[in-house]
């Protein structure tokens, strides 16, 4: 009789523990409902931000603050979608403000001048991937290449490889310099060690790419495509 009872508080705990560990789970996805939208100045961060919230066009200038608001998905979820101001000395501040929320992050990228901003481009992403909020919270990074709409557009195969390239680079130059000044990489090590790095070392952040605009090339205000940028944010929703 005593062993069955035993056996039944046991049964009872385990089944208590679970509901409970499902509950906090279930509680830090639902607080975790932050898009956040990041990139380089004049990437085209903020007119995406407009087109998403108010599917409209609108004249932008350089952001000095951030904007947010909320963002119905395909799937009729709702969304905290932030522009996060692209200028070295603000993004780190709303970056700090929000990450600890975010479920996703897209990475705007200008697809014409990447091979002149590759180096702040890549710097700049290769902060965020080594972020330890991102890398424990928003398990989703979209690296969205902006501009398509124009025929000398490289298309997002091509940025991917020519960001590998340029954050390999990076990385080598970190990590130099972190094992002179501390001796030991830690967590803080993108990718592989020893391996060229791949978008797919990011485990268990899933980098992806995909193409789009914001504005069409010949002027045309009513004309963008932010189509896989929408399913990618209602597919993680």
Not at 88 to 102: I, N
Not at 196 to 210: G, K, M, T, Y
Request: charged share 25%.
């Amino acid at each position: 009789m005593e062993e069955r009872l035993l056996q039944f508080i046991v049964a009872v705990c385990i089944v208590l523990l679970t509901i409970v560990f499902y509950l906090i789970y279930s509680w830090g996805k639902s607080s975790r409902r932050t898009v956040l939208i990041t990139g380089v100045c004049d990437s085209g961060k903020t007119l995406i931000f407009t087109r998403l919230i108010h599917n409209m066009f609108a004249n932008t200038h350089t952001s000095i603050r951030d904007n947010s608001s909320n963002y119905l998905t395909e799937k009729g979820k709702t969304m905290q979608v932030v522009d996060i101001p692209g200028h070295e000395r603000l993004r780190h501040r709303y970056l700090d403000e929000y990450k600890k929320t975010a479920r996703g992050l897209i990475y705007v990228v200008d697809s014409l001048t990447l091979n002149k901003e590759i180096r702040d481009v890549a710097e700049y992403l290769y902060t965020l991937l080594i972020d330890e909020d991102i890398m424990k919270n928003c398990k989703n990074v979209l690296i969205f290449c902006n501009k398509q709409d124009n025929s000398t557009a490289k298309g997002a195969q091509v940025l991917k490889t020519m960001l590998e390239k340029e954050l390999n680079t990076v990385r080598d130059t970190k990590s130099h310099s972190l094992a002179s000044t501390e001796g030991d990489l830690g967590s803080s090590y993108l990718g592989i060690p020893g391996q060229e790095f791949e978008f797919s070392h990011c485990l268990p952040v899933i980098v992806e790419f995909a193409e789009g605009y914001a504005l069409d090339s010949e002027g045309d205000k009513a004309q963008h495509n932010l189509n896989p940028l929408k399913k990618w944010i209602a597919a993680i929703s």
